[in-house]
């Protein structure tokens, strides 16, 4: 499989850079007959453009995706979906000051390590503009879930030193959306959106937490013993820019705890399941979903591209003082929000598959 690809049945491969013509990708595996609801798949791309308020990055693309192929009166026909994401709003003189010179926490020299050359506009393929392609793919595997009555939503759970202590269950996930920074919580969104606009205005940036959740899933996803249920989902969300942790169910403040706290037992349910008491175990047993909710953490570092002042190197190792322009998010974490969705997304699309063929009957 290509580094540029991902999944088994359910295979998203992209290509494109920032400041190219366009971006794009492949959808392989989709099955044939599914509703393409494509006003569905254009509000997705809106949560995750660029430009969608005051504390997002400046950059102005409609992000209008052009199907090419797999998709015929509405419905896929089991062929590759192939499309198109033109990049109409990009500025690639405001980063010719980079051309010889490593941005800090950049792909700018370990690029240029690894392939004797790199693309200075934007980071070229490391930008996040890449994962404009996921939501696509990602808003594609949701139309699939929903044929199985599954849902997956994500939200902002902290942001800097701003948090909510409550977990998905404790939340109205329905006010999701209501807020800029897509946290559940009016009040601590309030001091979400100050805090971020205090760093925007100070030429600083912040990182935060993400927490996922998936209901309906099934008992049975999961391939161990290298490809587990978590082991997959850690890989997609460790493929999104700017991702430095990833926790499952009670994660490592779960280490703190006895065995006797953290197991969860199994009961029958009152539409005649077997479940679990509680779900510290997030969903997953073994590396295969028990059919209890699916939750996780992503923690995102602040953003690189800062405006201060910064220190550095150019090419030929003599230092530098750098001040970075271009338009850039002070915090990603509301934009990144329908990424770890579509991953997530993407994620459980593939195990549903893969899973038709674990048994004879």
Same mark, same amino acid.
């Given at each position: 499989?290509?580094?540029?690809?991902?999944?088994?049945?359910?295979?998203?491969?992209?290509?494109?850079?920032?400041?190219?013509?366009?971006?794009?990708?492949t959808i392989d595996g989709c099955p044939a007959?599914?509703?393409?609801?494509?006003?569905?798949?254009?509000?997705?791309?809106?949560?995750?453009?660029?430009?969608?308020?005051? &504390?997002?990055?400046?950059?102005?693309?409609?992000?209008?995706?052009?199907?090419?192929?797999?998709?015929?009166?509405?419905?896929?026909?089991?062929?590759?979906?192939?499309?198109?994401?033109?990049?109409?709003?990009?500025?690639?003189?405001?980063?010719?000051?980079?051309?010889?010179?490593?941005?800090?926490?950049?792909?700018? $020299?370990?690029?240029?390590?690894?392939?004797?050359?790199?693309?200075?506009?934007?980071?070229?393929?490391?930008?996040?503009?890449?994962?404009?392609?996921?939501?696509?793919?990602?808003?594609?595997?949701?139309?699939?879930?929903?044929?199985?009555?599954?849902?997956?939503?994500?939200?902002?759970?902290? *942001?800097?030193?701003?948090?909510?202590?409550?977990?998905?269950?404790?939340?109205?996930?329905?006010?999701?959306?209501?807020?800029?920074?897509?946290?559940?919580?009016? %009040?601590?969104?309030?001091? !979400?959106?100050?805090?971020?606009? %205090?760093?925007?205005?100070?030429?600083?940036?912040?990182?935060?937490?993400?927490?996922?959740?998936?209901?309906?899933?099934?008992?049975?996803?999961?391939?161990?013993?290298?490809?587990?249920?978590?082991?997959?989902?850690?890989?997609? !969300?460790?493929?999104?820019?700017?991702?430095?942790? $990833?926790?499952?169910?009670?994660?490592?403040?779960?280490?703190?705890?006895?065995?006797?706290?953290?197991?969860?037992?199994?009961?029958?349910?009152?539409?005649?399941?077997?479940?679990?008491?509680?779900?510290?175990?997030g969903g997953v047993q073994g590396g295969i979903?028990?059919?209890?909710?699916?939750?996780?953490?992503?923690?995102?570092?602040?953003?690189? /591209? *800062?405006?201060?002042?910064?220190?550095?190197?150019?090419?030929?190792?003599?230092?530098?003082?750098?001040? &970075?322009?271009?338009?850039?998010?002070?915090?990603?974490?509301?934009?990144?929000?329908?990424?770890?969705? /579509?991953?997530?997304?993407?994620?459980?699309?593939?195990?549903?598959?893969?899973?038709?063929?674990?048994?004879?009957?």
């Open positions: 499989m290509s580094a540029n690809s991902f999944g088994r049945i359910f295979c998203l491969s992209t290509f494109g850079e920032s400041h190219g013509p366009a971006i794009g990708g007959g599914l509703d393409l609801d494509l006003d569905f798949i254009k509000s997705e791309m809106r949560r995750r453009r660029p430009g969608q308020s005051s &504390i997002t990055t400046q950059r102005m693309e409609e992000d209008e995706v052009e199907f090419l192929s797999g998709l015929f009166e509405g419905k896929t026909t089991g062929a590759p979906i192939g499309f198109l994401i033109r990049n109409n709003d990009k500025r690639s003189t405001d980063y010719e000051a980079l051309r010889e010179t490593y941005r800090p926490s950049h792909a700018d $020299f370990t690029y240029e390590q690894k392939y004797g050359r790199r693309d200075h506009r934007g980071g070229g393929r490391s930008s996040a503009r890449e994962t404009a392609c996921r939501i696509v793919a990602g808003a594609v595997a949701k139309l699939l879930l929903r044929e199985y009555g599954i849902s997956v939503q994500a939200f902002v759970k902290q *942001i800097g030193k701003i948090g909510l202590e409550a977990d998905y269950h404790a939340l109205d996930l329905s006010k999701t959306e209501n807020s800029l920074v897509r946290c559940p919580d009016e %009040a601590t969104s309030t001091r !979400m959106i100050a805090e971020i606009e %205090a760093a925007r205005q100070s030429g600083d940036s912040l990182g935060g937490i993400i927490q996922c959740v998936a209901l309906q899933i099934p008992a049975g996803l999961g391939e161990p013993v290298f490809d587990k249920f978590y082991a997959v989902m850690a890989h997609a !969300m460790m493929s999104i820019n700017a991702v430095k942790g $990833f926790e499952t169910g009670s994660g490592f403040e779960g280490t703190r705890g006895k065995g006797s706290e953290q197991n969860d037992a199994f009961v029958r349910q009152a539409d005649g399941t077997t479940g679990t008491s509680s779900n510290n175990s979903t028990n059919g209890m909710p699916v939750y996780f953490n992503v923690a995102f570092k602040p953003v690189a /591209s *800062i405006s201060g002042l910064q220190k550095t190197v150019d090419k030929s190792g003599q230092p530098q003082d750098l001040k &970075i322009e271009g338009r850039h998010d002070p915090c990603v974490l509301p934009r990144a929000v329908p990424i770890v969705e /579509s991953m997530a997304a993407v994620v459980l699309a593939d195990f549903l598959l893969i899973s038709r063929t674990n048994k004879l009957r």
